[in-house]
């Protein structure tokens, strides 16, 4: 708990106040950066206790500043358990963005889909989630602070959010699936028989972030939304190679989308 006081501290001393909603920006996904009137922009690697982003798509650094009138508080680059990190680091974050007092949190990420009907560079919105990682952040010393010990997950993804975007999407005409997000620990992509076995699972896409960052989300009853860029196609019958290249020139191209959805439901909100 002294480590979260002092992370808290350091990141209030440089100015972060009161950021109303938290992001967290996936793979290749750092466009929304650009929307927002910076305030302040500061390297993971200057925040006491923060974990280091080891991934080179990935930026690690934390932007505080506004969107359409809000203070948002981003995260470019995120932790994930390939990396090493235990699941309490990789939430480590998400723990923090919410002691600031933040009131929603979106995530972002790229993920393959083993559902067929969806397509590569379109966008899906998290229904649900399955947990196929060895882990699980909540696992081990509980602290009251933080929730329950046993927190509820049938609706892990707030309806109010996901019916907003939902209908941010119909208006700005986006196509965006709807679906059930599979986290695998990577950091190899998959064989055709885990495809086919995550298929059976009842997985729309597969990825390798975002449910541990959901998971705490809901022991500490912080709204949250996640969309999914699909990147590839994870037809176990017809599969091809896929390379990170390919999958962030994907994630580049639906990321726009991404954006004017994240950007119209900030204003809303
Ligand atoms: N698996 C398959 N394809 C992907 C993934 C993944 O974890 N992430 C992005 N594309």
Redesign the pocket.
């Known amino acids: 708990m002294n480590k979260f006081k002092e992370t808290i501290d350091f990141l209030k001393k440089q100015g972060i106040e009161n950021p109303e909603i938290g992001i967290v920006l996936g793979t290749g996904l750092g466009k929304l950066v650009n929307s927002i009137e910076i305030i302040k922009t500061i390297d993971y690697k200057e925040i006491p206790h923060f974990p280091l982003s080891t991934v080179e798509s990935h930026a690690g650094k934390l932007i505080y500043g506004v969107i359409k009138g809000k203070k948002v508080l981003a995260m470019q680059g995120r932790f994930h358990y390939y990396e090493g990190y235990s699941l309490q680091e990789v939430t480590y974050p998400i723990r923090i963005m919410k002691m600031l007092k933040i009131k929603y949190l979106l995530l972002s990420n790229?993920?393959?889909a083993t559902n067929t009907d969806f397509k590569k560079g379109s966008l899906m919105l998290l229904d649900d989630h399955i947990n196929f990682l060895p882990d699980n952040p909540l696992r081990g010393k509980h602290y009251d602070e933080f929730g329950p010990r046993f927190p509820d997950m049938s609706q892990p993804y707030s309806k109010f959010l996901n019916d907003k975007i939902k209908k941010i999407a119909q208006r700005e005409n986006i196509v965006l699936h709807e679906g059930v997000y599979a986290v695998?620990a990577?950091p190899n992509?998959?064989t055709r028989a885990e495809y086919r076995y995550l298929i059976d699972s009842g997985a729309d896409v597969?990825?390798?972030s975002t449910v541990p960052e959901v998971i705490v989300a809901n022991q500490m009853s912080l709204p949250c939304a996640a969309v999914t860029v699909i990147?590839?196609e994870?037809d176990p019958d017809n599969l091809k190679p896929?390379s990170l290249e390919e999958?962030l020139k994907v994630a580049g191209k639906g990321e726009n989308f991404l954006v004017k959805i994240f950007v119209a439901l900030i204003e809303e909100l």
């Open positions: 790229a993920a393959g695998m990577g992509l998959e597969v990825g390798m990147t590839d994870c896929v999958i």
